[in-house]
């Protein structure tokens, strides 16, 4: 009983409030997403926050494994991959990829070529403290 409920309200709420996958202004001009979901007063509890947070991890992982062709050596240590993942969903894929000279010397093992590539960049005088400790991952491991 209760299962048929959730799912014939779930079904009737999305054809009632429509289905939106980007931030919207309702007819108030409240943002919201989903079907719905006000943001503003009701916003995002923790288990919500960390279910998105897992899905953007998983797809900058995902992203990780296709610059780099899952051919990763050794040296991609548990720092670096942290290092590299962060940056990926910092910046989006696209905006990674115009890393050339740090994919090219990580590509050819040399971390300390990769980490510089990564300091002599617009985004890392942008991130602050947040660029440090990804070239400090990327040159230490």
Do not use: P
């Amino acid at each position: 009983m209760k299962d048929k409920f959730y799912k014939e309200l779930r079904c009737q709420l999305k054809r009632h409030e429509g289905v939106k996958t980007k931030v919207y202004k309702d007819s108030l001009g409240v943002l919201t997403i989903g079907v719905g979901r006000n943001l503003e007063s009701t916003g995002l509890s923790d288990k919500e926050i960390d279910y998105l947070l897992i899905n953007d991890i998983n797809s900058a992982i995902n992203e990780l494994y296709k610059i780099f062709n899952e051919d990763f050596s050794d040296s991609f240590t548990v720092e670096r991959m942290k290092g590299l993942t962060d940056m990926i969903f910092n910046l989006g894929s696209t905006r990674f990829r115009k890393f050339k000279k740090m994919i090219k010397a990580i590509k050819n093992n040399d971390w300390e070529l990769a980490g510089e590539e990564a300091k002599d960049s617009k985004w890392y005088k942008q991130v602050g403290k947040r660029g440090e400790e990804i070239v400090k991952q990327l040159k230490e491991g």
